[in-house]
């Protein structure tokens, strides 16, 4: 029975079961905060916190970029977490099972943009490349703080000078960009913050660039990922939104169960030390 109830809720109001769904499994590719197929080049004063993975390709890594984690190269470790990106990619891709909440025709947007922020937990599709130049986009959790944000873009997704901003407890781990082509980030007048996980999924164009400021979240591609002079934190939520953390309904589900079990402990405790008393 739940597995119906769960069929009906994801095709009949898909985008609603989204934002209040758990994050969407990304496999082993979770732990990876950068992960690459043909190459991954990382230039300094580059940092990556979180594992890098390229398979079956090759990291280079220029001048001494930083890595704040394990560098897996052609393992078994990197393939499978190449496999559970793409599997997310193309569930999150299916409009069958992630339904437009809102579809944003214009292709290009300049400073700020009030018609597109804030963003409540949703599902939001560009039907075309989309390009934002010194431009702010603010998601906004204040409808469910653990909602989640899936951002599809039909084409090439491009940024100079683009910060996505979280307020009020929306975590950037719950933020997915689902790109069918190259992803191509870099500075301008603002040092832009980027938040939310990149996937990359497209075999011929998904490659992501970045070029300075900083990712909070993943960078997936399925063909070459390079980074200039910039910060990828691969935790899932910002350091200033530590507090909020990231939670799944399994940790609920886990936390219950110590907490049934520790009740059930001391029940069955009290009640042998009546005995022993009597």
């Given at each position: 029975?739940?597995?119906v109830?769960?069929?009906?809720?994801?095709?009949?109001?898909?985008?609603?079961?989204?934002?209040?769904?758990?994050?969407?499994?990304?496999?082993?590719?979770?732990?990876f905060?950068?992960?690459?197929?043909?190459?991954?080049?990382?230039?300094?004063?580059?940092?990556?916190?979180?594992?890098?993975?390229?398979?079956?390709?090759?990291?280079?890594?220029?001048?001494?970029?930083?890595?704040?984690?394990?560098?897996?190269?052609?393992?078994l470790?990197?393939?499978?977490?190449?496999?559970?990106?793409l599997?997310?990619?193309a569930?999150?891709?299916?409009?069958?099972?992630?339904?437009?909440?809102?579809?944003?025709?214009?292709?290009?947007?300049?400073?700020?943009?009030?018609?597109?922020?804030?963003?409540?937990?949703?599902?939001?599709?560009?039907?075309?490349?989309?390009?934002?130049?010194?431009?702010?986009?603010?998601?906004?959790?204040?409808?469910?703080?653990?909602?989640?944000?899936?951002?599809?873009?039909?084409?090439?997704?491009?940024?100079?000078?683009?910060?996505?901003?979280m307020?009020?407890?929306?975590?950037a781990?719950?933020?997915?960009?689902?790109?069918?082509?190259?992803?191509?980030?870099?500075?301008?007048?603002?040092?832009?913050?980027?938040?939310?996980?990149?996937?990359?999924?497209?075999?011929?164009?998904?490659?992501?660039?970045?070029?300075?400021g900083?990712?909070?979240g993943?960078?997936?591609?399925?063909?070459?990922?390079?980074m200039?002079?910039?910060?990828?934190?691969?935790?899932?939520?910002?350091?200033?939104?530590?507090?909020?953390?990231?939670?799944?309904?399994?940790?609920?589900?886990?936390?219950?169960?110590?907490?049934?079990?520790?009740?059930?402990?001391?029940?069955?405790?009290?009640?042998?030390?009546?005995?022993?008393?009597?």
């Amino acid at each position: 029975m739940k597995k119906v109830l769960l069929v009906i809720c994801m095709l009949s109001v898909g985008s609603l079961c989204w934002a209040q769904a758990t994050t969407p499994s990304l496999g082993t590719a979770a732990s990876f905060a950068v992960l690459g197929s043909t190459n991954v080049t990382c230039t300094a004063p580059g940092v990556i916190t979180g594992d890098v993975g390229v398979s079956p390709g090759a990291f280079t890594n220029t001048t001494g970029c930083t890595i704040a984690g394990t560098v897996h190269v052609n393992d078994l470790t990197a393939m499978t977490a190449q496999t559970g990106f793409l599997n997310a990619y193309a569930t999150l891709k299916d409009n069958l099972l992630t339904p437009c909440t809102q579809t944003i025709s214009t292709a290009a947007f300049t400073g700020n943009v009030p018609a597109l922020g804030p963003l409540p937990p949703g599902v939001y599709c560009f039907p075309t490349a989309a390009t934002f130049t010194d431009t702010t986009l603010t998601l906004d959790g204040s409808t469910n703080p653990n909602g989640i944000w899936i951002l599809k873009v039909a084409a090439a997704l491009t940024g100079s000078g683009f910060q996505v901003v979280m307020a009020n407890g929306g975590q950037a781990c719950n933020v997915f960009w689902v790109v069918d082509a190259a992803v191509t980030l870099s500075t301008s007048t603002l040092p832009p913050l980027f938040q939310g996980n990149i996937l990359a999924g497209d075999p011929v164009n998904g490659s992501i660039t970045i070029s300075g400021g900083a990712l909070v979240g993943r960078a997936l591609a399925n063909v070459a990922l390079t980074m200039t002079g910039t910060n990828v934190n691969g935790v899932c939520a910002l350091v200033d939104q530590a507090k909020a953390g990231c939670k799944t309904d399994d940790d609920d589900r886990d936390k219950d169960h110590h907490h049934r079990d520790k009740d059930h402990h001391d029940k069955d405790h009290d009640e042998k030390d009546d005995k022993d008393h009597n």
